[in-house]
């Protein structure tokens, strides 16, 4: 076992990554019941292609949406998105901070603030409308803790 996987750290949330299957999976089945079934009979070529196409972006984030999540390593921040992967070297890293409110319109996640002012929110961590206020504090925390760490180094 190497360095990094030893000290490599995984934050999910097991029935968010569920949840976020599960849409992606009805949305899949639903672009691929068009590829087989039409009002008039047989499909069309163009809706079999958008159905064939939509279809297969459902699939790719069934897998995007199964590995939400927040991963630390020894260099660097990994923040994994349904649509984007971040990787943030602990030295560029101001603060990490809990999610905002439920309602939150944009970066709803614990926020990753950059040192030059950008930050990054991580999906797997939005607040839900039952979530407890200090749901991802202690995830917060700990990312802190490790980003405080890494600094010392």
Request: proline share 5%.
């Amino acid at each position: 076992m190497n360095r990094e996987n030893a000290a490599r750290r995984v934050f999910r949330r097991p029935g968010w990554n569920l949840l976020a299957v599960s849409v992606s999976f009805c949305y899949t089945m639903i672009a691929a019941s068009g590829i087989f079934v039409a009002d008039s009979g047989e499909p069309s070529v163009t809706q079999r292609t958008v159905c064939t196409t939509a279809a297969l972006i459902g699939i790719v984030l069934m897998f995007r949406a199964a590995r939400l999540a927040i991963v630390a390593t020894p260099d660097h921040l990994v923040v994994r998105n349904i649509f984007r992967t971040h990787t943030v070297p602990w030295g560029e890293i101001a603060s990490i901070a809990p999610p905002k409110s439920y309602g939150a319109t944009r970066k709803g996640g614990i926020i990753v603030s950059r040192i030059d002012g950008s930050s990054l929110s991580a999906t797997a961590y939005v607040r839900g409308p039952h979530n407890r206020d200090s749901f991802a504090v202690s995830v917060a925390n700990n990312l802190q803790q490790m980003a405080a760490r890494a600094a010392q180094r």
